[in-house]
Each structure stands twice: as C-alpha cells, then as structure tokens.
C-alpha cells in the first residue's frame, strides 16, 4: 500500500475542502480499504467522514424518507419505517456481505463501491474501468458473472450492491454537496452508462459529496420483495437478484417496480416488464411473460448465456410471491 494522508472531518464543508487533489473520502472503509491493499487504489490523502452530522434516518417533507450518508448498512435495514415503507430495501441490505461488514459500511459509501470483477481487481490485469485505455480482458475471459444489459466492447462489469438495486425500484434522489453548493441525482441518472469510458462510473460532479439518500412517498411498497441469487448461501455478491413491488387492484395491476442486478453495470430498472403488466391482469402467465419482455433485449456473453432464463424465473418469483 503507498502512502498517503488522513484526516478526520467533523463538518461537511471541512471534508470538501480537504477532497480534492487525488483524495478520497472514506466511510466505512470495506471497499476501498481493500482496494488500496492490492494496489488498484491509491488515493493522496483519505478525508474520513464517518463523523459528520450525516448519519440517521428521517422524515421527508413529502412523507417520504432521508437516509443520512453515514448512516449504516445495520442501522437502516432495522429502521422500523425502512422495514414497515420499503421492505425491500431493508431485505436487500440484509443480504449483502456480514454483519461485521454491515455495521461498518455506510449508505453513501454502498452507492459508490467499486465492481467486484476480478480483471478489475487484479493490478496485472488490463481493465478499463482501472486504467482507461488498456482494454478488457474480461471479454475473452472468465464472464460467467458478468453483464448481459448495458456492456460495450470496453467493459462488462456488473456492479456489486444489492441496496442500489432496490433503491432503483424506489426511485431514490441522490443528494450531495459541492464547495459551490447542493445538488441532487436521480439514482435512474446517477450511474453513467458503461460505453467508451468505463472508468466513470457516476454523475457526481468531482469533488461532491453524498450527503443523503431520499426516497420518494410514491414509491411506499409495504409488499415490496428482494430476492437474490448467489454462489453461496451469504457473504457473496448477487449472480441476479430482482427488488419488485406490486399493486393489484379488482385483479388488475395499478402499480409496479421492478429492478435487476447483478445483470449490468449498474442497478437495471425493468421498463419493458413494468410496462407489459402495467394495467393488465395480474396473472402468473402475464408474470411471465412480462420477464420474457424484458429480457428479449438482453445480450448475453459467451460465459453466461444462463442469467438470461435465471432472471426471468426470479422476476416470475417474486411477481408470484408478492401477489400470492
């Protein structure tokens, strides 16, 4: 690990003033630390905002929720009205890495943690989301865990989180702050399409810190769901997972959200099922073909062709689960 400098922030301003210049900022640290372990990172100085007024989880104005960038992965998954308005935020945070590791990362530093492809973590390896330019071994490589949506020739990495995935069903705005002022991103703009430059990754203007994440009173789900697929039975990233919520009313659907991962570079919302089943019958044949919708623009890799009918059945599943 090279060298670098720390400091501690106990206000936001203090932390952006001291982000700049190839520093980083630092939450719970269960990312990035690792990275700067294996050479892949290597900021000048880390500004370690753990301590700013941040953190907790309150009323919007609209009847909505705020969720503080400091705010743990724990304490918002056992938010009360995280678990009784978005259920499935809470089942999507519960569902990643450890409770150790959920105790330590927070909501700000989950929205920007980095692909866990391997090509990208290994230094020797060329990858353009880490050195732009040097091209993308995965595309000849081991992909079985890669995207089908969204990669171009450059890179296709997924991205790892599970609670942006759900966060996307939610419409959730992400908000920040810049030495010139506030800002907010909605999370459907937040994540820059892959294309000629992977290694931009968010529309975050540089410099700008997360401040807070908002999710909207219209997306309340009470029966919302996350489900997720993985190699293991937990401490492991999502091979496709699928947060949905569902309105049904006198049979037909009146409201729907469904989001994928683990299928793309960022948290995929399904527009051509939500679309399909959008006023029609809420029917397990109409679940289904909904996902068929769907994936029919999916463009699967060599390696792994099989996320295609593995989505489709899990958004068939939690359809069912939800309206059962």
């Not at 501690?8 to 520093?23: F, K, M, N, P, S």
Request: positive net charge; charged residues 20%.
């Amino acid at each position: 690990m090279k060298e670098f400098a720390y400091q501690r922030a106990t206000r936001v301003r203090e932390a952006l003033a001291a982000g700049r210049d190839g520093a980083r900022y630092l939450g719970g640290g269960t990312n990035l630390v690792d990275l700067m372990k294996n050479g892949v990172e290597a900021p000048t100085r880390l500004v370690d905002v753990r301590h700013l007024p941040l953190d907790g989880v309150r009323e919007a104005p609209d009847g909505g929720l705020v969720i503080g960038a400091t705010t743990t992965n724990s304490d918002t998954a056992a938010h009360p009205e995280v678990r009784r308005r978005f259920p499935a935020l809470s089942q999507a945070l519960l569902s990643g890495a450890s409770g150790q590791l959920r105790n330590m990362a927070t909501v700000g530093g989950n929205l920007v943690q980095r692909t866990r492809c391997a090509y990208f973590a290994d230094p020797s390896a060329s990858c353009n989301k880490r050195i732009a330019g040097s091209g993308c071994a995965a595309i000849a490589g081991e992909q079985h865990n890669h995207a089908i949506f969204g990669w171009s020739e450059h890179c296709v990495a997924t991205h790892p989180s599970d609670m942006a995935v759900a966060m996307a069903a939610f419409d959730a705005v992400v908000r920040y702050e810049t030495l010139d002022g506030v800002g907010e991103i909605p999370l459907a703009e937040f994540y820059l399409p892959v294309g000629d430059t992977p290694q931009r990754e968010t529309a975050l203007p540089p410099g700008a810190l997360i401040t807070a994440v908002v999710l909207p009173k219209e997306a309340i789900s009470p029966r919302s769901r996350y489900r997720k697929v993985r190699e293991r039975a937990s401490y492991a990233f999502a091979t496709v997972s699928v947060a949905a919520s569902l309105e049904v009313h006198n049979g037909l659907v009146r409201g729907v959200r469904i989001a994928l991962g683990g299928v793309a570079s960022r948290p995929w919302r399904a527009r051509a099922a939500e679309a399909f089943l959008q006023d029609g019958p809420a029917t397990a044949d109409r679940f289904r073909a909904a996902a068929d919708a769907e994936l029919a623009a999916a463009e699967p890799l060599p390696g792994n062709g099989y996320k295609v009918k593995l989505a489709g059945n899990l958004i068939e599943a939690v359809l069912k689960e939800i309206h059962a």
